[in-house]
């Protein structure tokens, strides 16, 4: 049975104890076994970290130790999955960038903050995680970030919906879902999902559901990858794992 770690605290305004119970429904029906953290601490076991399939953080706007980052990277770059939502994932530690590093980006402002109507188009591409997904509407925050361009982007919304400085720039199109690469290990990324109600979306939950199981197929890919003879990069040398 894969495993999966669900770790939820920070911001609460983002409801992340909520979002939590819904991933943990999700994941379990997919047949995970499932643990649920309300702390941190439960990075500080690297090995257990790499007896793991998926990592899901669903953590806004706080502080972690060094050495925790450093475990939760070691994992992902041995094929452990890393995939979460919106200010979970990439408003998570503002101020640690090696975790933006290997997120793919970072939260820096939300124009007309809840409530903005905008939509999402998906990126029409040969990716599995959003065939069959037409575009949809969302009324929510509507999120700027600065994004890492090694990404793979599978949908976009368009800046400016609200007036603000940023629309002296003219029309951009934002990442809103991404997948990268660290290491051997897949990562996932949604900006959708400020509250519970909003992760709900059919849309949204199935698109989490494919990038939660896409993530948690990278540590199988790693291993037939490295049976066939293909060297695994992983960042480190097995003296620092």
């Known amino acids: 049975m894969r495993r999966a770690l669900i770790v939820w605290g920070g911001w609460d305004g983002h409801e992340p104890k909520q979002v939590a119970g819904i991933f943990r429904e999700l994941l379990e029906k997919e047949q995970f076994e499932v643990e649920v953290s309300d702390t941190l601490e439960a990075f500080a076991d690297r090995d257990k970290l ?20 450093d475990h939760v990277s070691a994992a992902v770059q041995q094929g452990v999955g890393l995939a979460g939502c919106h200010g979970g994932m990439c408003d998570a530690f503002r101020e640690n960038v090696d975790w ?18 905008y939509t999402v188009e998906i990126r029409h ?61 897949r990562v996932y990324y949604n900006s959708l999902g400020h509250v519970a109600e909003i992760v709900r979306m059919p849309a949204v939950l199935e698109l989490m559901r494919r990038g939660f199981l896409w993530c948690a197929e990278g540590k199988d890919a790693a291993k037939a990858d490295q049976g066939q003879g293909t060297e695994i990069y992983t960042g480190m040398a097995d003296s620092q794992l």
């Open 50 to 69: 790499l007896g793991l399939d998926l990592i899901v953080p669903v953590w806004t706007m706080g502080r972690i130790e060094q050495k925790l980052v």
């Open 100 to 117: 933006q590093f290997m997120t793919g980006g970072n939260w820096v402002a939300h124009p007309g903050n809840d409530g903005v109507d």
């Open 125 to 185: 591409s040969t990716s599995p995680l959003v065939q069959g997904i037409g575009d949809f509407a969302v009324k929510s925050e509507q999120y700027y970030l600065h994004v890492d361009p090694a990404v793979e982007v599978l949908a976009t919304t368009r800046f400016p919906v609200v007036p603000g400085p940023h629309s002296a720039n003219g029309p951009v199109d934002m990442p809103v879902i991404w997948t990268k690469r660290w290491g051997a290990g």
